[in-house]
């Protein structure tokens, strides 16, 4: 009956700093995802559970692009994105503006329900196996580093990731545009009185919010099929590490995506069986010494 | 009062939606096809073994004075929505025959329930030999293929042809542990090594850190004791990593022939795989699966040419016999040789288990191909007798210890 | 979290006058016996667990103002220790039963001891992490038997004496049980106890300067919603006599959810209601394949937009709304008198 426990075999230290390493690719995937949520947490204080369907449909629109219009991986990282900003643009106009001022608890609910319908509709139309989406020529081949080979197109997603985390950091907190949005959490009245268009800016938030996450699908989509299931796989483990992270912070979000990449890649070498719950033991543990995240702030 | 009409129409919607046609035992035949529509293993069976079911139906013509009716179901993989489907069809809907029900931990809960209500079902999709072995029951009949068949002819030919040490990569659940356990087998009882193997959990999109893993150990053969999806990714991003350039091979134990068109022949090539059926074997094959392929698109699995065949032996035995009655049926179709374009003389042993013949196929090179769908190429011919558990080595309570 | 249910849910439990209510209960109690005449048993049997388990999760959210998101792993651990206990020990179902329960119980009261202590998403989210863990501990452990469940349950002869296996006989059985647990809410509810819970609802710091020491009231509500949800997890695996990964995965806390959404939350009988429909959906659509999602979603949508109330809910508001219009409309002449006179 304990045979479930930890089998503890040391790899050599190559084997190791590769596994390291493709954590670290996940942990990618964590930090961007975690990153939208953030930032629509901190701007809009809604919990949105549509993010995983939006990642989704940010895969999809790359694979519908490629096999229905013959646009290539490159463009798609800009229309996917842009295209998954304007439907979570009108969600925001028709749904969610109207409950701004209920409990946030009530926005995760519409939100979970908007999740459903999207991954039923892509569900039905598509199954849930996968479609395949091959990895863009340029991008193809490994390099060897000499302790793994690692293939370019991973390692490219660790520099797309890093780059658009950090651009967005910079964006809102150290540009004028990023210094309305943080005014406008604190104290939307006051901002509006100063003649700033409070409705419109909380709108274009939740669209780029939505756009982080369908950029996290283009890149995704020529590594994990594309399926309409791949949201809702990752979203739970998102949010544990959102919280994990402290839900409004920006920061808390990208450090604890990759941090908590590592930790589950290490997972898979020594006990992986227990990757997919080891994000939730240690969100546990984090919210009972720390309520409100690394980062946070109280909830 | 208002709360009482609400009340009362809240039941109308309930009777709406629970009511069903009541069962009649001088119905006609009613055959259930009972799969993964829209998950994993859809393609494999899904919609298009209704049309198999459907076929078989409309070759056998008028079964007891009646045209047989074909229903269909999806179980989404999971065990309580089969079982309680399987249930409801044979308590309510006046299932006779319940057939395909792919993903093993499903066909282990629908065969309780058949052996309960001592009704029949034809298993074509599902691998563990447990459904002849130690779970086997009186009314069901395990149709195509299962994880020791696999095991032992893939495995051993891998070995034969130098493969000495595995590795295996192996989906966390039942299934992909018998699969392992069965080859693990195979391979020690040939000489080989098992060097080590990985569990991965359900639902993995990403296999690179198990491959790295089977990488470093340096066996000559990556074992893949998993099926469908994960078979697809694990190869494909092995082929990433350059599993294949460094010397491994992949040995994929389960493989359907919509896998290899999912992985294209670049990637797909040189694999060796274990089938019952193939659409190009023979002229009969090929007559069959261009019917097949004018009604769906493509041609047939060996699920759906399964559910053919198991649905249009079923029918035969009911017209021979004149009667639905189970106990009866069964013993008919043991009875009678199974013969049609897949089986040639196969014969439905008393656990369950149909003996037939089993094939060795290589995935050709892309050159080799001439036509869509054309992939396989025919390496050896194992026979019944010898790919199947023999039978008193499987733990059958029906079978009497002599 | 009481600003969620303040939604317009201020609640007398029935805006009915107490014959009324008896009436409607007979009537029910007569539909429920003589459910199985009409109905397939088997689906009467699923809707009554799921209405237990919706009635359950409903005292935390509904009367404490606390949503869990993990109610699942009760459910589900209930479930595979009656089915282990049945079959592999052998034991007779209320044994089974009760066992169950003890440890949905017992589970009850660590999970809840770890999160109380703290509130609204974080409570949600520390219940989904424990709830994830029990589902990686259903999934590694030998005796549950990962994917495949723990199949052929029996149903056994009720001390004894009664056989389950007749579907008749098990599901009156499953009724009474059903019954017991509703009386244990309602009677919570119409309690002292309740009132102290629906006190620290509405204004918890205000509880607390009265005196009550708040965090044993939310733990005792847990643990009772605990122990509840497992008790309809026990009998479920007895009547489907399987025992599943489905009952302990995050989903299944989200159904139950979306099922106390529609009834109403914060309404005793809502659950129940919103129980029935949603299976009856689930059965109705699930030739549809994935259409049962779009629903479910859609169904989530508009509760949240514009039936917060649910469906007993909103009943409920509109009798109380046309009662108080009858008793506040000011006789004529009164206002008449009034007026020349101002």
């Known amino acids: 009956m304990l045979s479930f426990l930890p089998h503890f075999a040391l790899p050599p230290t190559p084997a190791l700093f590769a596994q390291l390493l493709i954590g670290l690719i996940n942990g990618a995937f964590y930090a961007m995802?975690?990153?939208?949520?953030?930032v629509i947490f901190g701007m809009l204080n809604i919990i949105n559970f549509t993010h995983g369907a939006q990642y989704m449909l940010g895969a999809f629109c790359a694979w519908l692009a490629l096999n229905y219009l013959g646009i290539g991986y490159w463009p798609a990282l800009i229309l996917a994105p842009l295209a998954v900003a304007a439907a979570g643009i009108v969600l925001e106009r028709l749904f969610l503006r109207h409950i701004y001022r209920l409990d946030h608890l009530y926005g995760l609910l519409l939100t979970f329900g908007l999740a459903l319908i999207i991954e039923g509709v892509f569900r039905q139309y598509y199954g849930s196996s996968g479609q395949p989406y091959s990895i863009p020529s340029e991008l193809n081949g490994a390099h060897d580093l000499g302790f793994m080979f690692l293939p370019n197109y991973r390692a490219w997603v660790i520099l797309a990731s890093l780059a658009v985390c950090i651009g967005t950091w910079f964006l809102i907190e150290r540009t004028r545009l990023g210094a309305y949005l943080r005014a406008a959490t604190e104290n939307p009245v006051l901002v509006q009185a100063f003649g700033i268009n409070v409705p419109r800016m909380v709108t274009l938030t939740y669209g780029f919010g939505a756009a982080l996450a369908a950029f996290a699908g283009v890149l995704a989509a020529p590594i994990y099929?594309?399926?309409?299931?791949?949201?809702?796989?990752?979203?739970?483990?998102?949010?544990?590490?959102?919280?994990?992270?402290?839900?409004?912070?920006?920061?808390?979000?990208?450090?604890?995506?990759?941090?908590?990449?590592?930790?589950?890649?290490l997972t898979k070498v020594f006990y992986p069986e227990a990757s997919n719950t080891v994000i939730f033991v240690v969100m546990a543990i984090v919210l009972l010494a720390k309520p409100a995240g690394f980062f946070g702030r109280a909830a | 009062m208002m709360q009482t009409k609400i009340i009362l129409a809240a039941?109308?919607?309930?009777?709406?939606g629970a009511v069903s046609a009541a069962a009649q035992s001088d119905g006609p035949v009613k055959i259930g096809v009972l799969n993964d529509m829209a998950g994993l293993y859809a393609d494999l069976g899904g919609k298009a073994s209704v049309v198999a079911a459907e076929m078989a139906a409309e070759d056998a013509g008028l079964v007891l004075g009646k045209k047989v009716e074909v229903i269909s179901a999806d179980h989404q993989n999971k065990p309580d929505v089969g079982s309680s489907m399987a249930?409801?069809?044979?308590?309510?809907?006046?299932?006779?025959?319940?057939?395909?029900?792919?993903?093993?931990?499903?066909?282990?809960?629908?065969?309780?329930?058949?052996?309960?209500?001592?009704?029949?079902?034809?298993?074509?999709?599902?691998?563990?030999?447990?459904?002849?072995?130690?779970?086997?029951?009186?009314?069901?009949?395990?149709?195509?293929?299962?994880?020791?068949?696999?095991?032992?002819?893939?495995?051993?030919?891998?070995?034969?042809?130098?493969?000495?040490?595995?590795?295996?990569?192996?989906?966390d659940y039942a299934f992909g542990h018998a699969l392992e356990r069965d080859t693990a087998e195979v391979v020690k009882a040939a000489g080989g090594k098992v060097l080590g193997d990985v569990q991965v959990p359900i639902n993995t999109a990403d296999f690179s850190s198990y491959l790295l893993q089977a990488q470093a150990s340096k066996a000559k053969i990556i074992g893949l004791a998993n099926a469908g999806a994960d078979t697809v990714n694990s190869i494909k991003q092995g082929a990433e990593f350059g599993i294949v350039e460094g010397g491994q091979k992949f040995a994929a134990l389960l493989v359907?022939?919509?896998?290899?068109?999912?992985?294209?022949?670049?990637?797909?090539?040189?694999?060796?795989?274990?089938?019952?059926?193939?659409?190009?074997?023979?002229?009969?094959?090929?007559?069959?699966?261009?019917?097949?392929?004018?009604?769906?698109?493509?041609?047939?699995?060996?699920?759906?040419?399964?559910?053919?065949?198991?649905?249009?032996?079923?029918?035969?035995?009911?017209?021979?016999?004149?009667?639905?009655?189970?106990?009866?049926?069964?013993?008919?179709?043991?009875?009678?040789?199974?013969?049609?374009?897949?089986?040639?003389?196969?014969?439905l042993r008393e656990d369950g288990r149909v003996i037939r013949d089993m094939y060795l196929f290589q995935v050709k090179k892309p050159s080799e191909s001439k036509a869509p769908w054309d992939y396989y190429k025919l390496i050896e011919t194992v026979p019944g007798d010898q790919a199947f558990r023999p039978i008193d080595k499987g733990d059958c309570p029906l079978v009497k210890k002599n | 979290m009481s600003g969620m249910l303040s939604a317009g849910l201020r609640l007398r439990e029935t805006g009915l006058s107490p014959r009324w209510t008896l009436i409607l209960c007979g009537l029910l109690l007569a539909a429920a016996i003589a459910g199985p005449f009409v109905l397939y048993p088997v689906f009467l049997m699923k809707a009554l667990c799921f209405a237990l388990f919706a009635c359950a999760f409903n005292l935390l959210i509904g009367y404490v103002g606390l949503l869990s998101f993990g109610h699942a792993a009760f459910m589900g651990s209930a479930s595979y220790i009656t089915a282990h206990v049945v079959k592999v020990w052998g034991f007779e179902p209320l044994a089974g039963i009760?066992?169950?329960?003890?440890?949905?119980?017992?589970?009850?009261?660590?999970?809840?001891?770890?999160?109380?202590?703290?509130?609204?998403?974080?409570?949600?989210?520390?219940?989904?992490?424990?709830?994830?863990?029990?589902?990686?501990?259903?999934?590694?452990v030998k005796f549950t038997g990962g994917e495949d469940g723990i199949q052929a349950v029996p149903r056994g002869r009720l001390l004894g004496v009664i056989d389950l296996s007749d579907t008749f006989v098990m599901y009156y059985f499953v009724l009474v049980i059903f019954l017991i647990g509703y009386a244990a809410i309602y009677r919570t509810i119409h309690s002292p106890f309740g009132q102290v819970l629906k006190a620290i609802r509405e204004n918890e710091p205000r509880a607390i300067s009265l005196g009550y020491r708040t965090d044993r009231y939310k733990l005792?509500?847990?643990?009772?919603?605990?122990?509840?949800?497992?008790?309809?997890?026990?009998?479920?695996?007895?009547?489907?006599?399987?025992?599943?990964?489905?009952?302990?995965?995050?989903?299944?806390?989200?159904?139950?959810?979306?099922?106390?959404?529609?009834?109403?939350?914060?309404t005793v009988f809502g659950p129940v209601v919103g129980a029935f429909i949603d299976v009856t959906m689930e059965n109705y659509l699930a030739q549809y394949g994935s259409w049962v999602t779009v629903m479910q979603g859609v169904i989530f949508v508009i509760c949240v937009l514009t039936f917060r109330r649910g469906v007993v809910g909103e009943i409920i508001y509109l009798a109380q709304r046309a009662s108080i219009g009858r008793s506040q409309a000011p006789p004529p002449s009164a206002a008449a008198q009034a007026a020349p006179g101002e």
Not at chain 2, 11 to 16: D, H, P, R, S
Not at chain 2, 115 to 144: M, Q
Not at chain 3, 105 to 132: D, E, K, S
Not at chain 3, 241 to 258: H, N, R, Y
């Open chain 1, 225 to 265: 099929q594309v399926s309409p299931l791949m949201g809702s796989n990752i979203i739970v483990v998102v949010f544990a590490v959102v919280v994990i992270g402290g839900m409004g912070s920006i920061l808390g979000a990208v450090a604890s995506g990759f941090v908590l990449g590592v930790i589950e890649g």
């Open chain 1, 33 to 38: 995802l975690s990153l939208g949520l953030a």
């Open chain 3, 220 to 266: 005792l509500a847990f643990i009772l919603s605990a122990t509840l949800a497992g008790l309809a997890g026990s009998t479920k695996s007895l009547v489907f006599q399987l025992a599943s990964l489905t009952d302990v995965q995050w989903q299944m806390s989200g159904e139950v959810v979306l099922m106390t959404l529609i009834g109403g939350l914060g």
């Open chain 3, 98 to 140: 009760l066992a169950g329960t003890a440890v949905a119980l017992l589970l009850g009261a660590v999970f809840g001891w770890l999160a109380i202590r703290r509130q609204g998403i974080y409570f949600a989210m520390i219940t989904l992490a424990l709830a994830q863990m029990i589902f990686f501990v259903a999934l590694q």
């Open chain 2, 11 to 16: 039941t109308a919607l309930v009777a709406l």
């Open chain 2, 256 to 347: 359907f022939i919509t896998d290899v068109h999912s992985l294209g022949l670049k990637a797909a090539q040189g694999l060796q795989l274990t089938s019952p059926f193939y659409w190009d074997m023979n002229d009969e094959t090929r007559a069959f699966s261009k019917r097949f392929a004018d009604r769906v698109g493509h041609p047939p699995s060996l699920d759906h040419a399964g559910v053919y065949s198991g649905a249009a032996h079923y029918l035969k035995a009911v017209k021979a016999i004149g009667t639905k009655d189970p106990d009866k049926v069964m013993a008919q179709m043991r009875a009678m040789p199974i013969n049609d374009f897949m089986t040639k003389n196969g014969k």
């Open chain 2, 87 to 171: 249930r409801q069809w044979y308590d309510q809907d006046g299932v006779d025959l319940i057939i395909d029900i792919p993903t093993s931990s499903v066909a282990l809960a629908v065969n309780e329930v058949s052996r309960e209500k001592k009704k029949i079902v034809i298993f074509t999709g599902p691998a563990s030999s447990d459904l002849t072995g130690p779970k086997c029951n009186a009314y069901s009949a395990h149709w195509a293929y299962d994880t020791y068949a696999l095991a032992h002819v893939t495995g051993s030919a891998v070995v034969k042809s130098g493969g000495d040490t595995w590795f295996f990569v192996t989906a």
